[in-house]
């Protein structure tokens, strides 16, 4: 199974930028949707970036739109999550996924463990 390496996580104060990095060696993008997730109060994560294979569009929750930016490489199969701006509620762990052309709406398949980000007031 191939799988998703996040790295990237640190301690940043408020207004702060982190770069996070998803290397995916196993994966061919051409077919895939992917995106990054974070995990909420309780076990539930929720989408923060996804981009679309079906419509080729980017999707962005409306607490990170204008501050994040999802993108990838292609050639070196890793995807990134740009933080700007980061505030102290942006703290939890990020995690980035991999699925099908409907992967965004319809759940991904492939996930990597995760990495933390904390964000001090």
């Known amino acids: 199974e191939a799988q998703l390496v996040e790295s990237g996580g640190g301690v940043v104060q408020t207004g702060g930028s982190l770069r996070l990095s998803c290397a995916a060696p196993?994966?061919?993008?051409?077919?895939?949707?992917f995106g990054w997730w974070r995990r909420e109060t309780g076990p539930d994560e929720i989408p923060v970036a996804c981009?679309?294979?079906?419509?080729?569009?980017?999707y962005y929750h409306s607490d990170v739109k204008g501050r994040f930016t999802i993108s990838h490489d292609a050639a070196n199969r890793t995807i990134y999550l740009q933080m700007d701006n980061l505030k102290p509620d942006d703290s939890t762990v990020y995690s980035c996924?991999?699925?099908?052309?409907?992967?965004?709406?319809?759940?991904?398949?492939?996930w990597g463990k995760g990495t933390l980000v904390t964000v001090s007031p």
């Open positions: 996924a991999a699925g099908g052309p409907s992967g965004c709406t319809t759940g991904m398949d492939s």
């Open positions: 981009f679309s294979r079906h419509d080729g569009k980017i």
């Open positions: 196993g994966f061919t993008f051409e077919d895939k949707s």
